[in-house]
């Protein structure tokens, strides 16, 4: 499931409020040197998807049967109003991100 949402959850949110983190996480753990945060962030999310690929885990909802239909279904088992601690995310937040992620 990480492996699965994790870089949709990222891109999703990337914006002025988490790009320093998100760009930290870039050079911390991926060696990114990157001066730029976004360019940085956008970086490490492009070396995250690939280190998942390269333990040929699934990248998409679609590779492990999880068809569109069950969205609804999932946030309404997974979640209250919101959910997130590094950002607040309502349920159409979630929606986005699991459709980016279909």
């Known amino acids: 499931g990480l ?3 994790a870089t949709h959850w990222m891109e999703y949110i990337l914006g ?4 320093k983190k998100q760009a930290d996480f870039a050079r911390n753990v ?16 492009a070396r995250l998807r690939a280190f998942y690929r390269g333990m040929d885990l699934p ?9 569109a239909e069950r ?3 999932i946030i309404e088992k997974s979640m ?4 997130g601690r590094f950002k ?3 349920r159409e937040d979630v929606m986005a991100i699991l459709q980016m992620a279909k």
């Not at 990248?59 to 068809?67: A, F, K, M, N």
């Not at 209250?80 to 959910?83: A, K, T, Y």
């Open 3 to 5: 492996a699965i949402l």
């Open 16 to 19: 002025d409020d988490t790009v």
């Open 30 to 45: 991926f060696d990114v040197e990157v001066a730029d945060d976004y360019a940085a962030a956008k970086e490490g999310i």
């Open 59 to 67: 990248l998409q909802l679609s590779e492990v049967d999880i068809p």
């Open 71 to 73: 969205f609804n279904d």
């Open 80 to 83: 209250g109003e919101s959910i």
């Open 88 to 90: 607040k995310l309502n």
